[in-house]
């Protein structure tokens, strides 16, 4: 007999969103142009989607349906979509309801769902309408909101009471840009055409560089965040500068390396130097040229001359890892598709290079992106940015094993031979076996995380929200000790593990070491004086790598 599954009725937030205008931007963009951007717009909803904890139920052209248990959590995830999607050159129109919904399988329906999707469809662009049903649950949420009165919603009995988010916890919703502003972030989003070149792909690209064992030296690139320069005089503005510091003493170990910046400068990551090279990734240009989009260079740190550059395209993660001999790093070329997703190798062995990738392997085609990316056990570790994918890549044997995860991997950081996943937002800190992809504990701790190191047997988290660092021991199995460091007058960011001491970089400049036998009283190493923020680590072996950058906004 054959069993019949049965509806069920339940309370639950809905939200409807579409891309306003999208007909006219993808005749202007072109159909290639406009399937990048869309996919782009896709990957950002499902993110704030993923943050909120909303359900995607249905996703038809241009627009999203989604549930929520929470009304809040359902405006804010509107909220957020509408500002990010913004970023992107694009204009969303947003509806909610709260009501009871036929739940069948997968399926939602109903006169609740029709009633949101009404009201999304009267929406302006960037502009979130909500019955007056979610605004009464919402009440003193800090969610503002402006009464549009009374309308009549098609195939909707009655009418019903509408209003317009007008803020959220203080943040207006701002209004759309206008076109011309448009019209540039769609270009930045989905860039226009390149001469044809090799098939478009996401790529992991790998320079092989003839390593040499170095003294202990920390590296440290630093971007100006409009402050007032301190710095010494050069004959080029700085907006960044690489910086060498000796482990031990402190002392600047090189001449500071000048790094032109154009249209501001994104996060800055560093790995692995050789005897006079460092390679450094760079928002757009190096010393006196330059190159559209981010790029990776190796750098000359005596002359702060930019040996080879290569472009890594827009969409590509700021993050560098070493396997196999190489420098591999996430690259796009060309047209970027944002279903292809492909790991190449850049060999440089010491002759000149035109930044052309010479290497290439499938990760996963299906891979719409990034999100973290770092080396271990002889693997390329690559987390997915839109779901719980972490693929362990080997960068001989070309072979990819995927790792489902129940978190999202933010960071990433592979020590005492296990990967250990952060989840920033969600807290979650989990140990992975690198053989098998299980998962062997997880903790949650709570606070505006951002960077994770582990060594001298724990795990540790900063926490800007608290001034702070999270110290959980290895094995997961006990709460997390808070260790203060407000002392700094900076939030601590960056941190990493190197040869039994803890590295903490914060803004406003300060480097900090903490003995994790006695964590309550750090040292500073080295300060900036101009109070430019240190805002990414990495250790490798003997060389310690410090990053500074603007923090993206979150």
């Known amino acids: 007999m054959v069993r019949r599954r049965q509806d069920r009725r339940g309370l639950t937030t809905l939200l409807f969103t579409d891309i306003v205008g999208s007909t006219g931007v993808?005749?202007?963009?072109?159909?290639?142009?406009?399937?990048?951007?869309?996919?782009?717009?896709?990957?950002?909803?499902?993110?704030?989607?993923?943050?909120?904890?909303?359900?995607?139920?249905?996703?038809?052209?241009?627009?999203?349906?989604?549930?929520?248990?929470?009304?809040?959590?359902?405006?804010?995830?509107?909220?957020?979509?509408?500002?990010?999607?913004?970023?992107l050159g694009l204009e969303v129109r947003a509806g909610l309801h709260f009501g009871e919904a036929e739940l069948t399988g997968e399926k939602v329906g109903g006169i609740a769902v029709t009633t949101a999707a009404r009201v999304s469809s009267i929406a302006g662009p960037g502009q979130v309408l909500a019955t007056d049903t979610i605004v009464h649950l919402v009440a003193g949420s800090g969610l503002e909101f402006t009464d549009l009165g009374s309308h009549e919603l098609k195939g909707v009995p009655g009418s019903r009471e509408l209003f317009a988010l007008a803020a959220a916890d203080g943040q207006p919703v701002g209004i759309p840009l206008d076109p011309k502003d448009a019209a540039e972030a769609r270009d930045r989003s989905s860039p226009p055409e390149t001469p044809k070149g090799p098939p478009p792909r996401l790529l992991l690209a790998g320079l092989a560089a003839s390593l040499v064992a170095v003294s202990a030296v920390a590296i440290l690139l630093l971007s100006d965040k409009s402050r007032p320069s301190k710095a010494p005089q050069t004959s080029t503005p700085l907006s960044a500068a690489l910086v060498g510091l000796n482990d031990g003493s402190g002392d600047e170990a090189f001449p500071r390396v000048p790094l032109v910046g154009g249209g501001g400068v994104g996060p800055i990551v560093l790995t692995r130097t050789a005897a006079s090279t460092a390679f450094a990734w760079v928002?757009?240009?190096?010393?006196?040229?330059?190159?559209?989009?981010?790029?990776v260079a190796l750098i000359n740190r005596t002359s702060g001359v930019g040996v080879d550059r290569y472009l890594a395209g827009r969409d590509a993660c700021l993050c560098l890892a070493a396997a196999a001999g190489?420098?591999?790093?996430?690259?796009?070329?060309?047209?970027?598709?944002?279903?292809?997703?492909?790991?190449?190798?850049?060999?440089?062995?010491?002759?000149?290079?035109?930044?052309?990738?010479?290497e290439v392997i499938v990760?996963?085609?299906?891979?719409?992106?990034?999100?973290?990316?770092?080396?271990?056990?002889?693997?390329?570790w690559v987390a997915s940015a839109t779901s719980d994918i972490v693929y362990r890549v080997d960068p001989i044997t070309e072979d990819v094993k995927k790792f489902p995860l129940r978190q999202s991997a933010d960071v990433l950081v592979f020590a005492d031979g296990s990967l250990w996943v952060l989840d920033t937002l969600e807290g979650k800190i989990t140990r992975v076996d690198p053989s098998t992809g299980q998962s062997h504990r997880s903790v949650t701790v709570s606070g505006d995380l951002h960077g994770m190191a582990v060594g001298g047997g724990y795990v540790w988290v900063t926490d800007a929200s608290a001034n702070g660092i999270q110290r959980i021991s290895e094995d997961l199995?006990?709460?997390?000790?808070?260790?203060?460091?407000?002392?700094?007058?900076?939030?601590?960011?960056?941190?990493?593990?190197?040869?039994?001491?803890?590295?903490?970089?914060?803004?406003?400049?300060?480097?900090?070491?903490?003995?994790?036998?006695?964590?309550?009283?750090?040292?500073?190493?080295?300060?900036?004086?101009?109070?430019?923020?240190?805002?990414?680590?990495?250790?490798?072996?003997?060389?310690?790598?410090?990053?500074?950058?603007?923090?993206?906004?979150?």
């Open 477 to 554: 199995g006990s709460a997390a000790t808070p260790i203060p460091v407000g002392q700094f007058a900076g939030r601590p960011e960056a941190i990493a593990y190197d040869d039994g001491a803890i590295l903490i970089g914060f803004t406003g400049g300060t480097l900090a070491k903490i003995n994790p036998s006695n964590p309550s009283s750090p040292a500073v190493i080295w300060t900036h004086e101009a109070g430019v923020d240190v805002s990414s680590i990495t250790v490798d072996r003997s060389t310690v790598l410090l990053a500074g950058g603007p923090l993206e906004e979150g």
């Open 26 to 87: 993808a005749v202007g963009l072109g159909d290639k142009r406009w399937r990048l951007l869309q996919a782009r717009h896709h990957a950002e909803v499902r993110r704030q989607l993923k943050r909120y904890g909303g359900h995607e139920v249905d996703t038809a052209g241009d627009g999203f349906f989604a549930t929520f248990e929470s009304p809040a959590s359902g405006v804010r995830c509107a909220f957020a979509i509408v500002k990010a999607v913004r970023e």
């Open 283 to 295: 928002p757009s240009a190096i010393g006196n040229g330059g190159l559209a989009g981010p790029s």
């Open 326 to 358: 190489r420098v591999w790093y996430p690259i796009a070329t060309g047209k970027v598709s944002p279903d292809l997703s492909t790991a190449a190798g850049i060999s440089v062995r010491g002759r000149s290079l035109k930044g052309t990738p010479d």
């Open 363 to 380: 990760v996963d085609r299906k891979l719409a992106g990034v999100g973290a990316f770092v080396s271990g056990a002889g693997y390329l």
